[in-house]
């Protein structure tokens, strides 16, 4: 039976080339090579590796949020049959606020941005951010902008990935960032799991996520319309798509990754709470005097073997819920010049450039802050202007020593995997998102 089925695989992938690509986030964050941010074009397969490629931030942004209603961790993902929409919050670094413009652009599974905003807005095809307040007795000033959508003015009609672009007002080119999010249907029906699968000189096995999906009664006799991605913890410059569904449990539709492009152990994790101003467990000193303040974080280490510090954050900064009894830490938190730490095996330096990445860069090496060599102490330093409260972080680097020296010595830390499900329209020639779930094996 189980030879039956192995052939029916086989057959499956050969005579299904589907268009079928569903996201998989996982929210652990291994550390791995530093790569450049390339835009697949409409003709890349979906078993590509894709990521969205945005315009860089202006110097004078900071802390930018985009979460799912009140919870600062989750990912940005909301529906368009109700629910919780999504909250922007971001500062930025001046001492007086000013009324800024936000636009919406479609994009396909691939992130290539495609449609026209009147073919996918029902109502207003820009809005203005007129929510924003100064901060209140901090060193660094700043400006506090927060915006909630779906609302009265910006309606989507039609479900898929999007970037958010905010610019100086009514000037749609003068870009001060753009970020990702996503706007499902909820439709059908998803089930996600995931194997070990072990690699010789890997401490750990490597991870390969599964979806099996039921579309809705509508398309179900069309599976070469479907296509899935995979993404750990958040972070969208490693998404792994797929295009090849296994047709063994019709009518459900199965897909996973190919073995060697399942998910190496996330090990390269690190988390932050820089919401108390004082020497603790990971930060090793503290110099008030500044402006701004500084901090020096402990040192970490490629051979660090302990358990990761604090709970996941699913590749996103937490400032409100990071104080307990502070009012609005959104105008009241300080801007703190954070020093990082990092100390390679043997103490002496990669063959190639180091960074450190994570939620404030959003989890892209390529967005990351380069780190400087100090012999006399045998490690890296690196220098990051943070908002207080909690952020994840990483290090990375092109030298493939780092990856392997921590995969051979760090324990395995859980991941999330969540998955996004499109179905391509032939009407309007893009990727529809029927439905986003996620899993942590």
Known sequence: ????????????????????????????????????????????????????????????????????????????????????????????????????????????????????????????????????????????????YRYRFPNDDIRFRISGNYVLRVTERGRRDSVLFEQPFFVTEGEGGLQLDAEGLPVPGQQQPSVRPRARFAPPSAIRGDPFGHAVCFVRNGRLADTRCEDRPLLVRQPKLEFELERDRAYAPATAEYKVDLSTLRSTAQIARVERTPSPIRVFLDPDYARFTEASRGPALNGQTVVRGAFSAQADPGITAEYVETTFAFV?????????????AGSFSGMDPAQGTSMDWNAREGRYEGRVLLKQGRHQYFYSTSDPSLAEEMRRTQPRRASTYTAFVYYRDAQYNTDRLLRVGGVRP
């Not at 095996?345 to 450190?356: I, K």
Request: aromatic residues 8%.
């Open 1 to 144: 039976m189980s030879h039956a089925i192995g052939n029916m695989r086989v057959v499956s992938r050969w005579a299904f080339g589907l268009l079928v690509c569903v996201v998989a986030v996982a929210l652990t964050m291994g550390c791995k090579s530093t790569e450049e941010a390339e835009q697949a074009d409409s003709s890349a397969p979906a078993s590509a590796t894709v990521q969205p490629e945005l315009a860089p931030p202006s110097a004078s942004v900071r802390t930018v949020q985009l979460y799912q209603g009140d919870d600062e961790q989750s990912l940005p993902v909301t529906s368009m049959t109700g629910g919780d929409g999504l909250t922007l919050e971001f500062d930025l670094l001046a001492a007086e606020g000013r009324p800024l413009s936000v636009y919406f652009q479609h994009a396909d599974r691939t992130w290539r941005r495609d449609l026209s905003p009147g073919q996918t807005l029902e109502s207003f095809q820009d809005d203005r951010l007129v929510d924003y307040r100064p901060s209140r007795g901090t060193k660094v000033p700043y400006v506090h």
């Open 344 to 356: 390679p095996a043997g103490e002496a330096p990669y063959r190639a450039p180091l960074v450190v």
